[in-house]
T-cell receptor, first 115, second 110 residues
Framework: DTEVTQTPKHLVMGMTNKKSLKCEQHMGHRAMYWYKQKAKKPPELMFVYSYEKLSINESVPSRFSPECPNSSLLNLHLHALQPEDSALYLC??????????????FGEGSWLTVV | DAKTTQPNSMESNEEEPVHLPCNHS???????IHWYRQLPSQGPEYVIH???SNVNNRMASLAIAEDRKSSTLILHRATLRDAAVYYCMPSGGSNYKLTFGKGTLLTVNP
């Protein structure tokens, strides 16, 4: 069983809605990630937080806004999304970021549909 | 970022061994090689990782070439539950963004 918990598992939202995806881990990991995955494609990195600070933003549109309230929680705030943003959003965590040998632990993902 | 090359797909029969290859010729000297797999409708899960020596765990074995430019994930007896997309990923300086390659879709026939 994964030790990274994501909620909700499924989300349907309109293009004018504001919603959030939530992620939690209690493994003491100091790095947390958001990935986006479209059907039949590999996960694509969106954001990386290291020690609760944003360290990597892969040129993600501002309609996606990450937040790391503490070392165990990671949120992704969604606003004014487009239908093409519909995808599986994966949260992950690891002990560190740049050190070799860091294993990434993924959640089950949140399936997002924008209508 | 380190680039990886894997076959798009492979097929195996249940109970038979499977060897999944990966080329990672641009890997840095201190990068580990991680393997993950993603079952349908689930998030990726860790399988195994290694640096230079071959590694074994309860899920699989990892054979790393002496020059470290390639590795092979070995499933000793494939089961239907092993049907998944398998990703190899160097982790460390050459791939600090932990970028996934395209992976190999493994089909296991009963």
């Amino acid at each position: 069983d994964t030790e990274v918990t994501q909620t909700p598992k499924h989300l349907v939202m309109g293009m004018t809605n504001k919603k959030s995806l939530k992620c939690e881990q209690h493994m003491g990991h100091r790095a947390m990630y958001w990935y986006k995955q479209k059907a039949k494609k590999p996960p694509e990195l969106m954001f990386v937080y290291s020690y609760e600070k944003l360290s990597i933003n892969e040129s993600v549109p501002s309609r996606f806004s990450p937040e790391c309230p503490n070392s165990s929680l990671l949120n992704l705030h969604l606003h004014a999304l487009q239908p093409e943003d519909s995808a599986l959003y994966l949260c992950a965590s690891s002990q560190g970021v740049r050190g070799s040998g860091n294993t990434i632990y993924f959640g089950e993902g949140s399936w997002l549909t924008v209508v | 970022d380190a680039k990886t090359t894997q076959p798009n797909s492979m097929e195996s029969n249940e109970e038979e061994p499977v060897h999944l290859p990966c080329n990672h010729s641009t890997i840095s000297g201190t990068d580990y090689i991680h393997w993950y797999r993603q079952l349908p409708s689930q998030g990726p899960e860790y399988v195994i990782h290694g640096l230079t020596s071959n590694v074994n765990n309860r899920m699989a074995s990892l054979a790393i070439a002496e020059d470290r430019k390639s590795s092979t994930l070995i499933l000793h007896r494939a089961t239907l539950r092993d049907a998944a997309v398998y990703y190899c990923m160097p982790s460390g300086g050459s791939n600090y963004k932990l970028t996934f390659g395209k992976g190999t879709l493994l089909t296991v026939n009963p």
